[in-house]
């Protein structure tokens, strides 16, 4: 509603929950449709999806009998539309044919007046990889195939973007090579050109298919180098050949889809000053099945210093890549990040686009870093050097370091060691809101007497009237600890109970520090560093609230960063589990911008004055009417940067507040670094 009607007075607290009676048996597909009513009395359909009752989904057959006599009316019905003008058939011999097939199909699938059979060769969806579940919905059909590429040729005619690929080759096996020129040239956009640069292969095939597809087809472009230079040099050999005004980087035994093209070509015409753009991609293996899908989401500038994540398919404007200094040889194995590090520095932030589609699909084999990261140990350390310049171009007191997990998976995936000075010239105050639960407030103010330097850090407990003798003992305690300095803050009786958001506010009132730590009193810090990790990337120009990663108990993921659903700008979880895979895991880890990071673990820059309620909005106080989870959001939308720390792990003991509600949410500005990570969220 709130995205329909943003102006309506209950938009921010419209939500529908109900149960439908369906009786045993129902044939399917029904059609669930959800209404608005106004107060004028009209009614305007706001949801609507088709529900298969049977389990069985569209592909696998919903039609519970078959009945040639049912099936001879739906016929006729649609003939004679057909003759009255009702419909229009683009070819009446295929309509027929496509008939007949049907029927037989019916037939041969369908028991006649007994429920049906699934067949043996359907694979329940429960069963099924939730990817390839993703392909075949998002398949290039003929019809979507036709329609591209009537809107490429006309895209081409207007003038459309040159495109130069850029591919160094080096021993490139026979079959590789072969498919990857005949991925570009199956590309559905026709203004492109194909830059290989040999860097002095000895296998002689290298040469002899190249100069075969040089001569077949000239948009194809070819430089045979005297000597081995490696990689960066015969990618610098490639751009030289480049006459185009934006050049993509494509590695000699990867393939491309047919439309990637297309969509960059198209993003590039909507964007007219954008200089970076990259698409999504998965990995391709021998024997051409696809897996591992990385749908990377918007702009995220905190997650690309630290980790390549727009690699494949990347397009940058040539002018761009000539400013930067073009590809460094002291970086091989790493030449791609370096570059990208350069090229982000010169350019806004509106610049550089995520096109949403399947646009590279990065083959998976013995020798490639598809596969595992360390199959080119070279390239980790080469990595490592071009963060640490581009840490120090921007002005960043951090060290890079490849963490133990990427170690073990063999994984490029670097992180941050912030400067401990930092935390001591911006000190933080931490504020717990609490009542009775002594045993989960002492377990959590322990840890952090474990964790954190004490002349840095101040601790404020706000208590909610507790009454239970226990707590009362342990907060008149408080104050005299020596590990740790704590204040107690009661809080005045109210009369609409608890209010999570009052709470914080009384505490903040006490800060006296730039930073402001607000903190759940059943979380419980596991290491020394993550407070400083968090305060080192508050340093980062333009982030003014930073999240951790937390856990639950048992391990599994509570919190990694907060994002609005892409469906319906709702607050979702990035993850509330334990992920199933290890590219999911790898993600909770990596630092990003997200929106927001969790309340329960969320430091921010103090407000100038914490008794105003307009400063509110900025950083450090939150309306009593909010969600603490909403607040973070509203101060994403007064532009300031909510940031999940992938490497400031905490555990949760419980969850000491209710799940998130859905009311308050909807009327927020969508953030402009959404990522969405799931199936079923990504739309092509």
């Known amino acids: 509603m709130a995205a329909e009607h943003p102006a309506h007075a209950n938009a ?10 369906i009786r045993a048996g129902a ?28 389990r069985h989904d569209e592909h696998a057959g919903p039609v519970p009998v078959y009945r040639p006599r049912h099936f001879a009316k ?22 027929r044919a496509e008939v007949r097939r049907l029927q037989a199909d019916l037939g041969a699938a369908l028991d006649r007046g007994r429920p049906a059979r699934v067949p043996s060769a359907v694979v329940r969806r429960r069963d099924q990889d939730p990817y390839d579940r993703w392909l075949w919905h998002h398949r290039l059909t003929p019809r979507l195939t036709a329609a591209w590429r009537e809107e490429a040729e006309a895209l081409a005619a207007a003038g459309g973007p040159l495109i130069s690929l850029l591919v160094p080759t080096y021993n490139t096996p026979e079959r590789y090579l072969r498919e990857l020129i005949a991925a570009v040239q199956a590309q559905l956009y026709s203004r492109w050109e194909l830059c290989c640069a040999d860097d002095a292969s000895p296998q002689p095939h290298v040469r002899r298919i190249l100069e ?3 001569r077949a087809d000239p948009r194809i472009k070819v430089v045979f180098r005297a000597e081995n230079g490696h990689i960066a040099r015969a990618s610098n050999s490639a751009l030289d050949l480049a006459a185009g005004g934006f050049v993509g980087l494509l590695d000699h035994d990867d ?37 591992d899908p990385e749908f990377k989401g918007e702009w995220s500038p905190e997650m690309a210093l630290t980790h390549n994540y727009t690699h494949h398919l990347s397009v940058i404007r040539r002018d761009v890549v000539e400013r930067a200094g073009r590809f460094r040889p002291d970086f091989n194995g790493a030449q791609d990040i370096d570059l990208y590090l350069r090229c982000f520095e010169l350019l806004a932030p509106d610049d550089i686009v995520h096109v949403p589609f399947m646009g590279y699909h990065w083959r998976a084999h013995p020798a490639s870093t598809a596969s595992r990261g360390d199959q080119k140990e070279y390239l980790f350390d080469a990595a490592r050097r071009s963060i640490a310049e581009a840490v120090r171009r921007r002005g960043l007191r951090a060290t890079p370091f490849l963490p133990e997990f990427a170690q073990r998976y063999g994984l490029c995936l670097h992180q941050l060691r912030w400067d401990a000075e930092l935390l001591r010239e911006q000190p933080v105050t931490i504020i717990i809101p609490t009542k009775n639960q002594a045993a989960l407030l002492g377990r959590c103010l322990d840890s952090l007497a474990r964790t954190v330097p004490p002349a840095s850090v101040r601790v404020v407990v706000v208590d909610d009237a507790s009454d239970e003798p226990a707590a009362r003992d342990l907060l008149r305690t408080l104050p005299e600890r020596t590990d740790l300095r704590c204040e107690v803050v009661t809080a005045p009786p109210a009369p609409e109970g608890f209010n999570y958001s009052r709470l914080v506010n009384l505490g903040s009132v006490r800060a006296d520090t730039p930073l402001l730590l607000h903190l759940n009193n059943d979380v419980e810090a596991l290491a020394p560093g993550w407070l400083e ?49 290890i590219s999911a895991t790898c993600f909770c880890r990596m630092p990003r911008a997200t929106s927001p990071p969790s309340p329960a673990h969320a430091s921010s820059r103090a407000p100038p004055s914490t008794a105003s309620w307009a400063a509110s909005m900025r950083a450090g106080c939150a309306s009593p009417t909010m969600t603490s989870t909403i607040a973070c959001a509203s101060r994403h939308a007064a532009a300031a940067c909510l940031y999940a720390a992938g490497d400031a792990p905490a555990r949760g003991q419980r969850l000491a507040r209710p799940p998130l509600h859905r009311e308050g949410a909807r009327g927020l500005p969508r953030p402009p670094r959404h990522a969405p990570r799931s199936l079923s969220e990504r739309r092509a």
């Open 12 to 21: 921010l607290r419209a939500g529908y929950y109900g149960l439908v009676d």
């Open 27 to 54: 044939p399917g597909p029904v059609n669930l449709k959800v209404f608005a009513e106004f107060e004028d009395g009209t009614r305007r359909l706001i949801f609507a999806r088709r529900l298969f009752l049977d």
């Open 74 to 95: 739906c016929v006729f019905a649609l003939g004679r539309g057909v003759a009255l003008g009702r419909f229009r058939l683009e070819d009446g011999r295929k309509f």
């Open 212 to 214: 075969e597809a040089r």
């Open 255 to 291: 393939l491309l889809p047919p439309d990637a093209l297309l969509h960059v070509a198209r993003a590039i015409r909507q964007h007219p000053t954008v200089g970076y753009l990259y698409t999504d991609s998965d990995k391709i293996d021998e024997e051409g099945r696809r897996f």
């Open 533 to 581: 990790d968090m305060v080192g990337w508050l340093s980062v120009p333009g982030v003014d609230v930073v999240g951790a990663r937390l856990l639950h108990p048992d391990g599994g993921i509570n919190h990694a960063g907060i994002s609005l659903s892409a469906e319906d700008g709702l607050p979702m979880f990035s993850s509330s589990t334990k992920p199933r895979r």
